[in-house]
């Protein structure tokens, strides 16, 4: 224990107070180009000299994501946004070595009245509170001693040296800690129930199968962060009486894999994992296992058969996997955000993270902002927030002036909730009260160009392709409600559709084997309750609303907006649109068109709409 | 295509790797899938007699997780993500252009072992939906109209 403290000291006292170009280098902005603007301020340096005066730090995902690429220069916290590799030039000039601002690359309000020089001053991170997250943007995820130096492993410390398990347990328990994954289960009380369950030996398992489509922040954890969630397995596994553990990760997340790979090397290492860990006598091993593409993998008792190299079905839970999970042994499954929250509930106590709070959900949640949204990307925030400063505080509103129509949370599993919901506070029991959940934090914004019955039928197909097939009520009950709204949503449905709709979504609620069936409704029932209106249009006018289910839908040029510039004629795939002559308006052709939208996405006078 | 040859050596050392444990099948497949591009036929064959699992139970593992194709693949993969954030900025229409422009349909490869066209269920890159993968490089903000210029990158 005292070594890890020395280890700390020494490497604080190795790191001079030097310039840090923080470079993101998150999958969002890989996209942009990430590595290769780092590799350009490696070669700046060492080209100008300044290696003892100036670092480059390659961090995981800083969360505003619809900034990308992001780069902040410490210690001023300068935060350039949109930063492209033929910037790097200017930014190493102008910024690192003569300290002036360059105003273009700075983030500029959405009224264009002012520009926001400090990272902490953005509105998008102003009103957050990066518990959790926070750390992504200090910290190297390859670097064990990015993590150390900012109070990393301490809690590892602090457990082994002087509580019981038993303590750990009661510590996380009076914290009030419930699993982000989806399910909210107070988290203690798996722990606690694995301790006490017969069977040797005992398993912890971190869920990083994020299945959910939307949902982003496991990655973004288990990429940027790493180590974090290994200091809570390994408390996890000290509480709960296991010496084994396993981080199952998705097969489209290969950052990740690297990522905690590292994170697992150098941490036994510096004998954090392994043998007689600082000395206590307690022993942990971790491994990692790569998911194989299948969502109902990220439900327990699937993930388990996975990891033994079955076929990822679940099975029925008389028996709670806390007393017979993986290889039929007593098992601690959690999500890679609650690991995460555990280090942090044993360095600042349990009466500090219940503080954060309403009065069943406590400390705070990441979620993934995106669809609709200006700000996309992800946020932490303390629970009980409500819908509306997520949406418009911090995520900035709606774009191009449209207005919001729903709010999807909970993913397949989850509702939609409309404008008057807004002022919801978001926790466990209030998203469950609307009909919708927390899920692991997806948040989708659609506005009014979503059409909510196309919403809960792409749930309904994705839930029908990702059904395991064991249990009749989710392998059939799903498909044929994905046929009635297919039917609806090609202008075949009739108003008997919705009871039968409703009546089938109880069946399958109540039959179904797994939380994937139980749930599956959700989204078809919350646009029957709160956007019945769209449905009875497909059905009784047969018209799509928002423009949408191309049964319903037509495209048709607007006059007196055609110049007859000829650029959709140029676009269209098919061939579906005549030039007559100049001045004259083009002629869509609806027998030949296809509705791939080519030519609305070209105009640029606004001369093509959806009718 | 024509199924490819596999090597036992290769095959072997893929199976040492995990020290011949059948709890490890599915990285094996996995591994081998990284091999080849796909599970060839005598690969799955193999992995069966090896680990003394039988071919059956291979082959349900090998088809039900999405990861795994038992159909060679093309030179080039795209994988249209279809994730809820990508859906409502319009993935259906660009998965549409993508079957257009390589006359194929999703989930099948083109004719000139070119490109195989797939589509994912999230990529987790939701901030820059619609999103594209094509051999794991990401094109973000995707429309209808990038579709062509981003297949004409790949040869």
């Known amino acids: 224990m005292e070594e890890l403290q020395k280890k700390r000291s020494r490497i604080m006292d190795s790191r001079p107070d030097v310039s840090t170009i923080a470079v993101c280098c998150g999958t969002g902005c890989q996209a942009f180009g990430g ?22 730090k390659t961090t995981g995902c800083h969360g505003f994501c619809e900034r990308g690429l992001l780069v902040v220069i410490r210690p001023q916290n300068i935060f350039y ?116 369950a017969e069977g040797e030996p005992k398993y912890v398992i971190c869920n990083c199968d994020e299945g959910d489509p939307g949902a982003f922040m496991d990655r973004s954890l288990m990429e940027g962060n790493p180590h974090s969630i290994l200091e809570g ?25 690297k990522n905690a790979e590292i994170a697992i090397r150098q941490a036994e290492e510096y004998g954090l994992l392994g043998e007689n860990i600082l000395g206590s006598g307690f022993n942990f091993s971790v491994h990692i296992n790569r998911g194989g593409g299948a ?63 309403t009065e069943n959900s406590k400390g705070t949640k990441i979620f993934s902002l995106v669809g609709k949204i200006n700000n996309t990307g992800l946020v932490e925030v303390p629970m009980g927030i409500t819908l509306r400063e997520i949406i418009y505080e911090i995520g900035g509103g709606i774009p191009d002036g449209k207005r919001f129509k729903a709010v999807l949370t909970g993913g397949p599993s989850g509702g939609c909730i409309p404008e008057n919901l807004l002022d919801l506070p978001v926790d466990f029991d209030e998203l469950t009260r609307v009909g919708s959940m927390m899920g692991s934090g997806a948040m989708i914004v659609m506005d009014e160009d979503n059409c909510m019955v196309d919403i809960a039928r792409y749930f309904l197909k994705f839930l029908e392709e990702e059904s395991c097939g064991k249990c009749v009520p989710c392998r059939e009950g799903l498909k044929r409600m994905r046929q009635i709204l297919d039917d609806i949503c090609e202008g075949k449905g009739e108003e008997s559709h919705l009871e039968l709709l409703e009546e089938m979504s109880a069946a399958i609620g109540d039959g179904a084997l797994c939380g994937l069936g139980q749930t599956a409704p959700n989204p078809v029932l919350t646009t029957l309750k709160y956007f019945r209106d769209e449905y009875i249009s497909h059905i009784v006018d047969k018209k799509c609303p928002a423009g949408v289910c191309k049964a319903l839908i037509s495209y048709h040029i607007v006059n007196e907006n055609c110049t007859s510039c000829r650029l959709c004629v140029k676009k269209c795939p098919v061939g579906a649109i005549e030039f007559v002559d100049k001045k004259i308006p083009v002629v869509i052709h609806q027998d030949l068109c296809t509705k791939c939208g080519a030519c609305k996405e070209t105009c640029k006078f606004n001369a093509v709409e959806i009718r | 295509m024509p199924e490819i040859s596999v090597k036992n050596e290769t095959l072997n050392c893929i199976l040492d790797r995990y020290k011949r444990d059948r709890g490890q099948l599915i990285s094996i497949l996995q591994d081998i899938q990284a091999e080849y591009n796909y599970l060839p036929r005598e690969a799955v064959k193999f992995v069966s007699s090896e680990l003394g699992i039988p071919l059956s139970q291979v082959y349900s593992v090998a088809t039900f997780f999405k990861a795994f194709s038992l159909q060679p693949r093309g030179r080039h993969t795209i994988h249209v993500c279809m994730g809820t954030a990508c859906h409502v900025r319009g993935a259906a229409q660009i998965l549409q252009q993508m079957e257009n422009e390589t006359k194929t349909c999703c989930g099948e490869t083109t004719k000139d072992g070119k490109f195989t066209l797939e589509s994912v269920n999230c990529v987790g890159a939701c901030a820059l939906g619609p999103v594209v993968v094509v051999d794991g490089e990401y094109a973000g903000q995707m429309t209808v109209n990038k579709v062509k210029p981003l297949l004409e990158k790949y040869d």
């Open chain 1, 81 to 196: 946004q949109r930063v492209r590799l033929e910037d790097v030039d200017e930014i190493f000039n102008e910024t690192v070595i003569n300290g002036k601002i360059i105003e273009r690359l700075l983030y500029i309000t959405p009224d264009g009245s002012s520009k926001i020089t400090s990272e902490e001053e953005v509105p998008f991170y102003k009103k957050q509170m990066r518990l959790i997250f926070g750390a992504n943007g200090n910290i190297d995820p390859a670097e064990i001693d990015d993590y150390i130096a900012i109070g990393g492993y301490s809690a590892i410390a602090k457990v082994l040296s002087s509580m019981k398990p038993e303590q750990v347990i009661e510590e996380v328990s009076a914290a009030g800690l419930r699993g982000r994954g989806g399910g909210g289960f107070p988290a203690a009380t798996k722990w606690k129930s694995t301790r006490e």
């Open chain 1, 233 to 257: 397995m390994i408390i996890g596994a000290y509480a709960s009486g296991s010496n084994t553990g396993f981080i199952y990760i998705r097969n489209e997340y290969p950052l990740a894999v």
């Open chain 1, 35 to 56: 590595e290769k603007v780092a590799q350009a301020f490696r070669e700046k340096i060492a080209e100008s000299g300044l290696q003892n005066s100036v670092a480059i």
């Open chain 1, 295 to 357: 969502f109902v993998c990220g439900e327990s008792t699937a993930l388990m058969a996975s990891i033994e190299g079955k076929v990822g079905e679940p099975r029925a839970k008389y028996v709670h996997t806390s007393e017979r999970g993986l290889y039929d042994r007593p098992t601690v499954l959690n999500n890679v955000e609650t690991w995460a929250n555990v280090p942090l509930i044993i360095n600042r106590g349990s009466a500090w993270f219940a503080s954060i709070c």
